[in-house]
T-cell receptor
Framework: KQEVTQIPAALSVPEGENLVLNCSFT??????LQWFRQDPGKGLTSLLL?????REQTSGRLNASLDKSSGRSTLYIAASQPGDSATYLC????????????FGPGTSLSVIP | EAGVAQSPRYKIIEKRQSVAFWCNPI?????LYWYQQILGQGPKLLIQ????????DSQLPKDRFSAERLKGVDSTLKIQPAKLEDSAVYLC?????????????FGPGTRLLVL
């Protein structure tokens, strides 16, 4: 059974710092891994999607990497800003029945001005 | 384009009462999902529709939860009767596929509190 974990559960950093969020999954049989952002009281917004054959994806100040064999992904945020404060969730699409999407519990990020 | 619409945004009910949530997906999106997100956890898939057919409802507590998507467009999720542990945010998402890549779009969610 696929399980997705995220470390740390919460993170507080001063503005301008570079930071790394971690995601781990137990079953490497995945189609892709996706990072989402969730603002309080709102739905999820997709940030980056990495196909299982890819190693990383970049969008602006965000860079996500995937090491499928070790079951790990990282989301790197450069030069953090207060507007980056949100919960970040990773999700894997599994190569199991129904190609189910399994979410991690999220990392709550606070960027202090 | 208009996003995924959900209503109501908030609902407070007593345990053993019934409640229904509504979702209108993005026009043209064939796949629709209902997720349950308990505070501090990631979303958990309850049911997935492809047009008006059910693809996956393996994690739907069928003794109290039901969902339908009669015309392959909007969908309703019902809980009858509600329990305290049903307090959560219920997220609806719709998606389209281009090649091998599926992109999900989420609605704002309905926050349910069961007292």
């Amino acid at each position: 059974k696929q399980e997705v974990t995220q470390i740390p559960a919460a993170l507080s950093v001063p503005e301008g710092e570079n930071l790394v969020l971690n995601c781990s999954f137990t079953d490497s049989a995945i189609y892709n891994l996706q990072w989402f952002r969730q603002d309080p009281g709102k739905g999820l917004t997709s940030l980056l999607l990495i196909q299982s054959s890819q190693r990383e994806q970049t969008s602006g100040r965000l860079n996500a990497s995937l090491d499928k064999s070790s079951g790990r992904s990282t989301l790197y945020i450069a030069a953090s800003q207060p507007g980056d404060s949100a919960t970040y969730l990773c999700a894997v699409r599994t190569k199991t029945s129904y190609d189910k999407v399994i979410f991690g519990p999220g990392t709550s990020l606070s960027v202090i001005p | 384009e208009a996003g995924v619409a959900q209503s109501p945004r908030y609902k407070i009910i007593e345990k053993r009462q019934s409640v229904a949530f509504w979702c209108n997906p993005i026009s043209g999106h064939a796949t629709l999902y209902w997720y349950q997100q308990i505070l501090g956890q990631g979303p958990k898939l309850l049911i997935q529709f492809q047009n008006n057919g059910v693809v996956d409802d393996s994690q739907l507590p069928k003794d109290r939860f039901s969902a339908e998507r009669l015309k392959g467009v909007d969908s309703t999720l019902k809980i009858q009767p509600a329990k305290l542990e049903d307090s959560a945010v219920y997220l609806c998402a719709s998606s389209y596929v281009v090649g091998y890549q599926e992109t999900q779009y989420f609605g704002p969610g309905t926050r349910l509190l069961v007292l």
